[in-house]
Antibody
Framework: EVQLVQSGAEVKKPGESLKISCKGS????????IGWVRQMPGKGLEWMGI????????RYSPSFEGQVTISADKSISTAYLQWSSLKASDTATYYC???????????????WGQGTLVTVSS | QSVLTQPPSASGTPGQRVTISCSGS????????VYWYQHLPGTAPKILIY???QRPSGVPDRFSGSKSGTSASLAISGLRSEDEAIYYC???????????FGGGTKLTVL
């Protein structure tokens, strides 16, 4: 069974750093891209960026370039999303999702994680 | 402001057929496949349709997708109470190396 299991909810203060994770299982982790999607409270889904864990090829949406860092450790089938200095406006639920290396644009994001709620408040 | 445009809400009674529309540009929907996701708050979004009209295994054939030009639609027939959710359309944007999403349509089963 394909699963993407994300780390638990976080409560942080502005200026703090954070790294959340997404662990894949039930499939060949290195044959799929892992993307990250933000959902701010009461809002829709926004694409943040994507990583190919096999070679760490990473692409960012222009809206998120320089704001977050996406990484992966293929040895433990885990992708990460991190912030060096959180802002209150980073408060959101973050989802990871996978898409196939050869059919990403046709098949889209076929499995999603359960989401990680990040709350940034002083 | 989402790149793809969906109505914010839709509704229907059990057993009814409802459709949700999604419109975009020639460079996005007009040039790429459309996907549809079902999202229940607090859970992982679930893909319902990919490649405009293909259903993953396990998705009931009550759900169907279509695309024409720069618009797409999701149809749900034989509406059930468990279909109450938010539905998002999406399409690939090569410049982002990822999808762009519609704003979501909240479906209420009356």
């Amino acid at each position: 069974e394909v699963q993407l299991v994300q780390s638990g909810a976080e409560v942080k203060k502005p200026g703090e750093s954070l790294k959340i994770s997404c662990k894949g299982s039930g499939y060949s982790f290195t044959n799929y891209w892992i993307g990250w999607v933000r959902q701010m409270p009461g809002k829709g889904l926004e694409w943040m960026g994507i990583i190919f864990p096999d070679d760490s090829d990473t692409r960012y949406s222009p809206s998120f370039e320089g704001q977050v860092t996406i990484s992966a450790d293929k040895s433990i089938s885990t992708a990460y999303l991190q912030w060096s200095s959180l802002k209150a406006s980073d408060t959101a639920t973050y989802y990871c999702a996978r898409c196939h290396r050869y059919s990403s644009s046709s098949d889209g994001l076929d499995y999603w994680g359960q989401g990680t709620l990040v709350t940034v408040s002083s | 402001q989402s790149v793809l445009t969906q109505p914010p809400s839709a509704s229907g009674t059990p057993g009814q057929r409802v459709t949700i529309s999604c419109s975009g540009s020639s460079s996005i929907i007009g040039s790429n496949y459309v996907y549809w996701y079902q999202h229940l708050p607090g859970t992982a979004p679930k893909i319902l349709i990919y490649r405009n009209n293909q259903r993953p295994s396990g998705v009931p054939d009550r759900f169907s997708g279509s695309k024409s030009g720069t618009s797409a639609s999701l149809a749900i027939s034989g509406l059930r109470s468990e279909d109450e959710a938010i539905y998002y359309c999406a399409s690939w944007d090569d410049s982002l190396s990822g999808p762009v999403f519609g704003g979501g349509t909240k479906l209420t089963v009356l």
